[in-house]
């Protein structure tokens, strides 16, 4: 069974600066891609960032970026310059193309942005 | 604009009444999901479409029920709403063969 883990339940980060949030998972699966997304107050599932596992350079949105580790299993998402509108529980989750393209989600952390 | 609704947005309701919630994409995608979301935040897949007359069950066993007649909608059905089934319900959809989902505003059920 395909897993994700994010170990870290609460992060705070004061606004401008630079935070980092964890997420490892498990896989059988050879090609896959891993994504985070972002749950505002709104609750809208809103993508900031996707990873292609065969692709060995790190993706970058604008203030997102990912640390993307395939033989640690790992995908840490760091976001720069944090912003109060960043404030939100953020997901990582990863896709399994053998069962029809399904994701699988971790249970998420939810990001504090201090002014 | 492509996108994808979800109505209602909020529903409180009785128990035993039957709901259907709607899921609707201008984005031409032939995937499309269901969502469920725990008070605690754990989202759990319930339900699943490849296209048009296919419906499969995901991973968390829902008393729900879904059907695809049109490739843009997706509807969810539960018969006989009871407080469990309170929940934050999310509606996505995507490419065929293509792994990034796009999600809908959501609709959050309460049953009293």
């Known amino acids: 069974a395909q897993t994700v883990t994010q170990s870290q339940p609460e992060m705070s980060v004061q606004e401008a600066e630079t935070v980092t949030l964890s997420c490892t998972y498990d896989?059988?699966?050879?090609?896959?891609?891993l994504f985070w997304y972002k749950q505002p107050p709104s609750r809208q599932m809103i993508l900031v960032i996707r990873?292609?596992?065969?692709?060995?350079q790190n993706a970058t949105e604008n203030r997102f970026s990912v640390n993307f580790q395939k033989a640690a299993k790992s995908f840490s998402l760091k976001i720069s310059d944090s912003q109060l509108g960043d404030a939100a529980m953020y997901f990582c989750?990863?896709?399994?193309?053998?069962?029809?393209?399904?994701?699988?989600f971790g249970t998420g952390t939810r990001l504090a942005v201090r002014p | 604009e492509a996108d994808i609704y979800q109505t209602p947005r909020y529903l409180v309701i009785g128990t035993g009444k039957k709901i259907t919630l709607e899921c609707s994409q201008t984005m031409g995608h032939d995937k499309m999901y269901w969502y469920q979301q725990d008070p605690g935040m754990e989202l759990h897949l319930i339900h699943y479409s490849y296209g048009v007359n296919s419906t499969e069950k995901g991973d968390l066993s829902s008393e729900s029920t879904v059907s695809r007649i049109r490739t843009e909608h997706f509807p969810l059905t539960l018969e006989s709403a009871r407080p469990s089934h309170t929940s934050q319900y999310l509606c996505?959809?995507?490419?065929?063969?293509?792994?990034?989902?796009?999600f809908g505003p959501g609709t959050r059920l309460t049953v009293l």
């Open positions: 990873q292609e596992a065969y692709k060995q």
């Open positions: 996505a959809s995507s490419h065929a063969g293509a792994a990034t989902q796009y």
């Open positions: 896989t059988s699966e050879s090609d896959y891609y």
């Open positions: 989750a990863s896709h399994k193309k053998s069962s029809g393209d399904k994701l699988t």
